[in-house]
Nanobody, 115 residues
Framework: QAQFVESGGGLVQAGRSLTLSCAAS????????MGWYRQAPGKQRELVAA???????HYIDSVKGRFSISRDNAKNTVYLQMNSLKPEDTAVYYC?????????WGQGTQVTVSS
């Protein structure tokens, strides 16, 4: 059974940076495209960034130039470097495969950005 465990969230001031980590186990991680998703209070979960097994990346417009997704296949880990954080980035962040998400969602990691 594949499982993802997210970490690295916290409370930061606007303009600061955070790096999120997602550790994968029990899956063919190196073969999968992976994504970081987020869900803000009262909103639907949305894709933030995705990385192909080849290393190609995709970002939503609101985080382009500020966020960077990367992966270490040897460590079965995917990262999300978040710079110049804004209050609107406040959400619970999750990782999962992309574009489909057959693996049960983990508990996520809370990111709170204060103004």
């Amino acid at each position: 059974q594949a499982q993802f465990v997210e970490s690295g969230g916290g409370l930061v001031q606007a303009g600061r940076s955070l790096t999120l980590s997602c550790a994968a186990s029990g899956s063919t991680f190196s073969l999968d495209a992976m994504g970081w998703y987020r869900q803000a209070p009262g909103k639907q979960r949305e894709l933030v960034a995705a990385i192909l097994r080849s290393g190609g990346t995709h970002y939503i417009d609101s985080v382009k130039g500020r966020f960077s997704i990367s992966r270490d296949n040897a460590k079965n880990t995917v990262y999300l470097q978040m710079n110049s954080l804004k209050p609107e980035d406040t959400a619970v962040y999750y990782c999962n495969t992309w574009p489909t998400t057959p693996v049960p969602w983990g508990q996520g990691t809370q990111v709170t950005v204060s103004s």
